[in-house]
């Protein structure tokens, strides 16, 4: 009979948490080799926002630039950084086509479970006993892709929830045209 696959003795009973567990080393190696070829523009951007999360800050950090420039190059090195501590870091999109250059990124719609068909007085299906709601408990960041392309009321809505959820997570959007301290 071949031996079992996997440590089932240490597996984590919520799959959505258990699916946040990441190669430590693998994560460091690749945050080297990133960041040794930054910009100083980006190099400045990811030490103000791991300054943010080592802090506890709960900032909301706009990150805005031409095409090209390497936005999603810094959110990806970001979130290796913020994995590679053992922390929780989420990415998403309004599309699924941007979702994909994201690491483990996903549509906002799926991941936080805003309703197609939205307007003022809607709610998200985030339930307190959902998998989800442990997930966004423990998150540090969330990296939002494409932000002013998304409903108005799909954002008011993600951010109030997540208020209740926690007070030290930090939103990074991408391209936005200003930019708020």
């Given at each position: 009979?071949?031996?079992?696959?996997?440590?089932?003795?240490?597996?984590?009973?919520?799959?959505?948490?258990?699916?946040?567990?990441?190669?430590?080393?693998?994560?460091?190696?690749?945050?080297?080799?990133?960041?040794?070829?930054?910009?100083?523009?980006?190099?400045?951007?990811?030490?103000?926002?791991?300054?943010?999360?080592?802090?506890?800050?709960?900032?909301?950090?706009?990150?805005?630039?031409?095409?090209?420039c390497g936005k999603t190059f810094l959110c990806n090195t970001i979130v290796a950084e913020v994995r590679?501590?053992?922390?929780?870091?989420?990415?998403?999109?309004?599309?699924?086509?941007?979702?994909?250059?994201?690491?483990?990124?996903?549509?906002?719609?799926?991941?936080?479970?805003?309703?197609?068909?939205?307007?003022?007085?809607?709610?998200?299906?985030?339930?307190?006993?959902?998998?989800?709601?442990?997930?966004?408990?423990?998150?540090?960041?969330?990296?939002?892709?494409?932000?002013?392309m998304q409903h108005k009321y799909d954002i008011d809505q993600y951010l109030r929830d997540l208020l209740?959820?926690?007070?030290?997570?930090?939103?990074?959007?991408?391209?936005?045209?200003?930019?708020?301290?």
């Amino acid at each position: 009979m071949s031996l079992p696959q996997q440590q089932w003795a240490h597996r984590i009973p919520n799959p959505l948490l258990q699916a946040e567990q990441y190669n430590v080393n693998k994560m460091a190696t690749l945050v080297d080799e990133q960041r040794a070829i930054f910009n100083p523009d980006q190099a400045a951007a990811f030490d103000a926002v791991l300054e943010s999360i080592t802090n506890n800050q709960g900032h909301l950090f706009f990150i805005h630039v031409a095409g090209s420039c390497g936005k999603t190059f810094l959110c990806n090195t970001i979130v290796a950084e913020v994995r590679r501590r053992g922390q929780i870091a989420l990415c998403v999109a309004l599309s699924g086509i941007t979702a994909l250059l994201l690491d483990r990124g996903r549509t906002s719609h799926s991941r936080f479970k805003i309703p197609l068909s939205i307007h003022e007085d809607s709610v998200a299906g985030l339930k307190h006993n959902s998998y989800m709601f442990p997930v966004l408990q423990q998150t540090k960041v969330i990296i939002w892709d494409k932000v002013p392309m998304q409903h108005k009321y799909d954002i008011d809505q993600y951010l109030r929830d997540l208020l209740e959820v926690s007070d030290h997570l930090h939103l990074i959007a991408l391209k936005l045209t200003y930019y708020i301290e």
